[in-house]
């Protein structure tokens, strides 16, 4: 017992990172008490928050009781084994729990005193893992209000959604093309339900062939195939109680799409190699740059699965359906790969102005990646001008289009250049046009520049759905 001690203390004391130590802590005390599996729980802003956790800790209908009643609760038999929690006391808080479960003996005596005098040493490893959490979410919250740049009508329709859809407890598809922000939609959402103090798991399902996908949503016990040499939780498991994204989800196989259809249906997951179902609470944000209604019609995606995942929907805009935005974007990234590059240069108007005719097919993604390569060419003081711009930046017209079409997309990059140089203001450009505001609003409509319903759905936007509680 005296050398269990020592050793639990010198994993808190030796340790700089918390929640490592808290990580070392759990799988020591499952080593030397037997136990099953071991946990460490917090509460952050009412919600349960998992530290560390090794094996197959007591579930979470006995972890929550036990942190709610923050006091020692058995050890006591249930129906997976027998469960014990212990609460870890910091001066007057107590900042959590410590519980395990052994799978069919009740621990002795001594492994339940180790228990208890782990859970005295380990509070202020707790308090401080605890802070860092609180340090993250605040982060976080920041870092969700300022990525979504953007003074647009489309913009601000999006951030309208977005506050709506983030405290509802239902699933939201995001459509939009590549490099439009869906990504970036989906943590602003997260950041702000009630699940915030939870994890943000994210999967680019175009990105793994079929049985990876599904080993790495539903994980997988040892031996299920080649390689899977120790058993592993999926992402379902790992985003318990809080948010899985699931990028380009169209792209998943069809035996993929089925199993995810019953874990949404059911609330619960079977490990690949495993038959025993896990309980999770999950929240699903799915995303894609392709029609999911297009691609149910088509046969390429179940229709049953597009109604499980399409409850709120919320259309990104791309960036050339909000010019007004790719100044204050410009000068966002600009800032960014300036900074890192040493240099102090400053985009001139008739950089900025090339920007905005440009149409942006690869949207946000692209706009950065050519702030950042105008960066690393630039001179370290002065201002830049046309010719920094990256060629074809700003080209209008091409071969094959009719006079018309030539014309069209003149006058939109026309358009676009004016509000750019004019900071966003319809009022300026329409003045450096010379047009009426309102003579600007229609053109600006005519050629389908910010024109309505290119940002959210009006199902989202009216509020005659679920996204308007």
């Known amino acids: 017992m005296v050398h269990d001690i020592v050793a639990i203390l010198e994993v808190c004391q030796h340790d700089a990172d918390p929640e490592v130590a808290l990580q070392r802590l759990c799988a020591l005390l499952s080593e030397r008490t037997g136990a099953a599996g071991t946990i460490v729980l917090t509460s952050l802003h009412g919600s349960s928050v998992t530290l560390a956790r090794t094996g197959r800790p007591p579930d979470a209908t006995f972890s929550e009781r036990a942190l709610a009643l923050r006091t020692t609760v058995g050890p006591e038999r249930l129906p ?3 469960s014990g929690s212990w609460p870890i006391r910091h001066g007057d808080n107590i900042p959590g729990i410590l519980a395990a479960r052994w799978s069919e003996r009740p621990p002795s005596d001594d492994a339940a005193a180790l228990m208890q005098a782990a859970a005295a040493a380990m509070a202020t490893v707790v308090s401080l893992a605890t802070m860092g959490r609180l340090s993250a979410l605040a982060t976080a919250q920041r870092s969700a209000d300022d990525s979504l740049l953007g003074s647009s009508g489309a913009m ?3 951030r309208a959604a977005i506050e709506r859809a983030g405290p509802s407890p239902f699933p939201v598809l995001i459509e ?4 439009a922000g869906k990504e970036l939609v989906a943590r602003a959402i997260h950041a702000k339900s009630d699940r915030k103090a939870r994890r943000f798991a994210a999967l680019n399902c175009a990105a793994l062939a079929d049985d990876l996908a599904e080993a790495e949503l539903f994980g997988h016990a040892r031996g299920a195939f080649t390689g899977a040499v120790a058993e592993r939780a999926g992402l379902f498991e790992e985003a318990d109680g809080g948010t899985l994204f699931l990028d380009e989800v169209g792209e998943l196989s069809p035996r993929a799409q089925a199993k995810l259809l019953r874990a949404l ?3 619960e997951i079977r490990r690949v190699g495993e038959t025993r179902p896990r309980k999770v609470d999950v929240r699903i944000v799915a995303a894609t740059n392709r029609s999911l209604e297009a691609e149910a019609a088509a046969g390429r995606f179940r229709t049953d699965l597009r109604f499980r995942l399409d409850v709120i929907r919320i259309d990104v805009p791309p960036l050339r359906g909000r010019p007004e935005d790719i100044a204050e974007l410009a000068a966002h990234f600009w800032r960014q790969t300036a900074a890192r590059v040493g240099s102090r240069a400053t985009l001139g108007r008739e950089a ?3 920007l905005a005719r440009y149409e942006w097919p690869g949207n946000v993604r692209e706009l950065q990646n050519a702030m950042a390569a105008m960066a690393v060419s630039a001179p ?10 990256p060629p074809g930046i700003g080209r209008v017209g091409g071969d094959g289009l009719t ?3 030539a014309r069209r997309r003149f006058d939109a990059g026309f358009v676009r250049g004016a509000l750019a140089r004019a900071g966003g203001s319809r009022s300026r450009a329409a003045t450096q046009l010379g047009l009426s505001r309102q003579g600007l609003t229609k053109l600006m409509e005519r050629l389908g520049i910010d024109a309505p319903g290119d940002s959210v759905s009006a199902r989202c936007a009216s509020g005659a759905d679920p996204c308007a509680q």
């Open 176 to 179: 939009g093309e590549s490099g």
């Open 380 to 389: 370290r003081r002065g201002t830049l001008g046309l010719a920094a711009v």
């Open 80 to 82: 997976d084994g027998v």
């Open 265 to 267: 249906q059911e609330g």
């Open 403 to 405: 006079l018309d079409e």
């Open 156 to 158: 601000a329709r999006v």
């Open 352 to 354: 900025l102005a090339a």
